[in-house]
């Protein structure tokens, strides 16, 4: 079995919605396409350290989203979250799924329909972070 590990420091986002000019054209928001270049460059980066070339055959992925806890919060609020009795609402699951899926597309795998098993996690914590681990072979 062959596995990827890929940690992204900072606030996890989710894939915005397109948008679309007044002539009709459909584009990516901004704040969307710098993070999938972000991650994927993340991606690429590990990809040739550890001399690994985007995968043809099926995979498995599992994707942890910790959030900030927000400062306003009271302590009590604070220590639910730590002990995740209180869990992030807002991006939606699938959002952040998409947005991984799409930045790992020809980097980490060929294509995202090469995944057959995700798993998606949202959480709280004190360090705000992305990590995600893609597995195949036998």
């Known amino acids: 079995m062959t596995s990827t590990y890929i940690w992204l420091p900072g606030q996890p986002i989710g894939k915005g919605r397109p948008r679309f000019t007044r002539t009709g054209r459909v584009y990516t928001p901004e704040k969307t396409r710098r993070y999938e270049h ?3 460059g993340t991606a ?6 550890h001399q690994l070339e985007p995968t043809k055959m099926p995979c498995q992925m599992v994707i942890k989203a910790q959030f900030q806890i927000p400062k306003s919060w009271t302590k009590a609020k604070k220590a639910a979250a ?3 009795e209180i869990y992030p609402g807002k991006p939606d699951i699938d959002n952040i ?3 991984v899926l799409d930045s790992f ?7 995202d329909a090469q995944v057959y098993d995700l798993k998606v996690f949202k959480r709280y914590g004190n360090e705000p972070c992305l990590i995600t681990t893609v597995t195949w072979g036998e």
């Open 38 to 40: 972000r991650l994927a």
């Open 44 to 49: 690429s980066n590990y990809m040739v350290l």
């Open 82 to 84: 730590e002990a995740d």
């Open 97 to 99: 799924a998409k947005i």
């Open 105 to 111: 597309n020809g980097v980490v795998f060929e294509d």
